[in-house]
């Protein structure tokens, strides 16, 4: 059942059932783990040493937000749910926003600005060089994430560009295994989802190289 | 700035959840405390008592260095409440959760080795002969956090001249108790269980050293390591060996729980020192547990007049 099908004895086209009912929906939904990680905060739930706490949710949040962003393809074709991709967008922004949290909840909070320890930090430690590697990758998508960007840049470049968030998931993934003590129990269970969400693109790509597949028509847009 | 906590009530002043919660039990063993106090006037014994009660005889601390400090002291609530436990979990919150049933109560700590006088202890025989001090340490771990905390304990020196070591105890081996039954814990392969934990002898025998059986004039918390624990403050926190059943004397140093799980980040000293690089964790600089900015780590934890000459003729860069 398509909800719009409801919806549209409302006079309301799908395309305006998501851009006025689903994107702000979401928006809102999207906000919920700041909203409580704040209220927490004001509430004095974060525990005895609250930056670390912090630092670990925005920390999860940018990853699931990354592979709730990386579903939406697989979703879409599983599914047969084309509409999908119109909200693509919003959740990698989202992805970068919780990111732009935890890298500034690093310098301003936990570092507080002191620039020496912070250049020594990203050159010494791994899993901080490559987040913030990580980091500064994710800056070029969400400056190009708006249409006319995407016209700009054509959208077989944009979606060349847009491919680095493979790269950006998988060091992600890394930078959290490698800034685990010792119980690596959590961070495998991001390797493996990430696993499945990557093994799926790969298995298309095999299959569409295979001669009789159809042509795939995938916008870039979203 | 919403770091900032309540502080009208000290957390020391609140009946603890769980003596409430137990207080006929905590009123029968208090009245069974009362007649062994009876027959051994002047000695609580913290093996009769339910963690979290009142120790008595306790030779109050000072703030004087190096037994002391006149350090803020970290919150009651947060000592309890951010632990490193992994036999309970590996979260700082699971070890306060987990803990919660475990059974402290009877206790035994065998002592064997390279001693005149091996022997299987109950733990009220073990502290019986001692007199509980107050000490009030500084706690850095090696994740680059620290507390000031006020133990109450006894001095290791005197507990190991008891057992008379031979010529040949040149390292003490600490054990944890190993009961994945009630330390889930255990039931993953996290570390190697049982913990281990070492010291060289001349380090066991320093004044500073000191086997711990409370905190706050309490008997410790399960999760703060119940019933005895380690506790050398001038080394990283996961030196300080918690839930102790076993006591060796070694010619050969040991090795430790984390020595065994990654020989390149933690070394059998472990002693604190910002200047040995750490490949996850600056040892620069600490966050004390209730402040915002980080603060200078001081080498030995600011200890260095007391224990610096143990290591005088190291490579501190070899041996961390």
């Excluded at chain 2, 979260?91 to 109560?105: V, Y």
């Excluded at chain 2, 409370?214 to 019933?227: F, K």
């Amino acid at each position: 059942m398509r909800p719009w099908i409801l919806i549209s004895t409302f006079n309301m086209t799908q395309q305006e059932w998501i851009e006025r009912v689903v994107k702000p929906a979401l928006f809102m939904v999207c906000l919920i783990p700041l909203a409580l990680i704040t209220w927490d905060a004001f509430n004095n739930q974060l525990g005895a040493n609250p930056i670390e706490k912090i630092m670990r949710r925005t920390g999860d949040w940018t990853l699931r937000f990354l592979f709730i962003t990386l579903t939406i393809t697989p979703a879409r074709q599983l599914l047969n749910m084309p509409w999908l991709i119109k909200l693509r967008r919003m959740l990698g922004l989202f992805a970068f926003f919780y990111a732009l949290l935890h890298f500034t909840n690093y310098i301003w909070l936990d570092q507080f600005f002191d620039a020496d320890e912070i250049i020594k930090d990203v050159i010494k430690r791994k899993y901080i060089t490559i987040g913030f590697a990580c980091f500064l990758m994710l800056i070029p998508l969400a400056i190009t994430s708006t249409n006319n960007m995407v016209k700009r840049l054509g959208g077989k470049r944009w979606q060349k560009l847009h491919k680095s968030v493979y790269v950006i998931s998988i060091g992600g993934v890394i930078h959290y295994l490698w800034l685990v003590k010792k119980d690596l129990g959590e961070p495998l269970i991001y390797a493996a989802l990430l696993a499945i969400l990557l093994g799926y693109r790969i298995w298309r790509y095999l299959r569409k190289k295979a001669p009789q597949t159809p042509q795939n028509t995938m916008s870039p847009i979203g | 700035m919403l770091i900032k906590k309540p502080t009208e009530i000290a957390s020391s002043e609140i009946t603890d959840k769980r003596m409430y919660f137990n207080r006929r039990q905590f009123i029968e063993s208090a009245l069974g405390v009362a007649s062994a106090a009876a027959v051994l006037p002047g000695l609580l014994l913290p093996g009769a008592a339910q963690a979290g009660t009142r120790l008595a005889g306790v030779r109050p601390g000072s703030t004087k260095a190096p037994f002391g400090t006149d350090e803020e002291r970290t919150t009651y609530e947060d000592v309890t409440r951010y632990n490193n436990f992994y036999e309970f979990g590996v979260e700082k919150e699971d070890p306060a959760l987990m803990s919660k049933n475990f059974r402290t109560k009877p206790w035994t700590v065998t002592v064997e080795g390279e001693v005149n006088k091996p022997a299987v202890y109950q733990l009220e025989d073990f502290i019986k002969p001692h007199t509980l001090e107050e000490r009030i340490y500084r706690l850095r771990c090696v994740e680059a956090w620290s507390m000031v905390i006020p133990w109450v304990g006894i001095p290791l020196a005197d507990i190991v001249k008891r057992f008379e070591p031979t010529s040949k105890a040149k390292y003490v081996e600490f054990t944890t108790l190993h009961d994945p039954a009630q330390m889930p814990g255990q039931r993953r392969a996290v570390l190697k269980w049982p913990y281990v934990e070492g010291l060289r002898i001349d380090e066991a025998m320093h004044p500073l050293a000191m086997l711990a059986v409370g905190l706050y004039g309490e008997t410790l918390p399960n999760q703060n390591g119940a019933p005895l624990r380690l506790v050398v403050p001038w080394k990283y926190g996961f030196k300080n060996i918690k839930s102790i059943v076993k006591i060796r004397f070694l010619e050969k140093q040991p090795t430790t729980a984390w020595m065994a799980a990654g020989p390149s980040e933690y070394g059998f000293y472990a002693n604190v020192n910002p200047e040995v690089n750490h490949p996850r964790w600056s040892q620069a600089r600490e966050r004390r547990i209730g402040e915002f900015l980080k603060r200078k780590t001081l080498m030995f934890n600011g200890y260095a007049n007391q224990v610096g000459h143990m290591y005088a003729a190291m490579d501190l860069n070899k041996y961390f």
